[in-house]
């Protein structure tokens, strides 16, 4: 983050820091009339093993990160979303949403998932797709031998 970072504290429980440079847009993205568009998203995740691994996530490729509506982060939010798939798209939509969330996405998957993107459908009228975001991986480097 540059010097000239501001920083805004919310009374929300999170704070979110702006580097209010400006700089030129090298995507392929645009924003709307009236609203910025997503185009990249840095996190801090803290793993199991009570380590942090640092993600970068760019929604300008062809990664999977492109086309999203919604970022899920935890039960209530994958709750919300199941309750929202169910009311426009019936019970099973909303079942699987839940069976997305409380379930590693492969067996062999290390952790359950620490992101659900529910991505804008192809057609309108079209259900969105969801897919689970980390948790597929063991990020854990290997030990130094002494």
Known sequence: MA?????????????RSYDENEYPNDTNLKADK???VLARLQ?????????????????????GYNGNAVIVMDDLGAELIADA??????EQAGKAVLEKWQNRDQPEDP???TFLFVQKPEKAGDMP???AGCGTRDHTP???AK
Do not use: H
Request: proline share 6%; charged share 35%; net charge negative.
């Open 129 to 131: 797709v969801i897919f």
């Open 43 to 63: 996190a801090e995740l803290v793993l199991p093993e009570d380590t942090i691994l640092k993600v970068d996530m760019d929604f300008d490729v062809n990664s």
């Open 85 to 90: 798939f169910t009311f426009k798209y019936g």
């Open 142 to 144: 290997p030990r130094k």
């Open 34 to 36: 009236e609203r910025a």
């Open 111 to 113: 952790r359950l998932p």
């Open 3 to 15: 010097a000239t970072a501001k920083i805004y504290d919310y009374d929300l429980g999170f704070r």
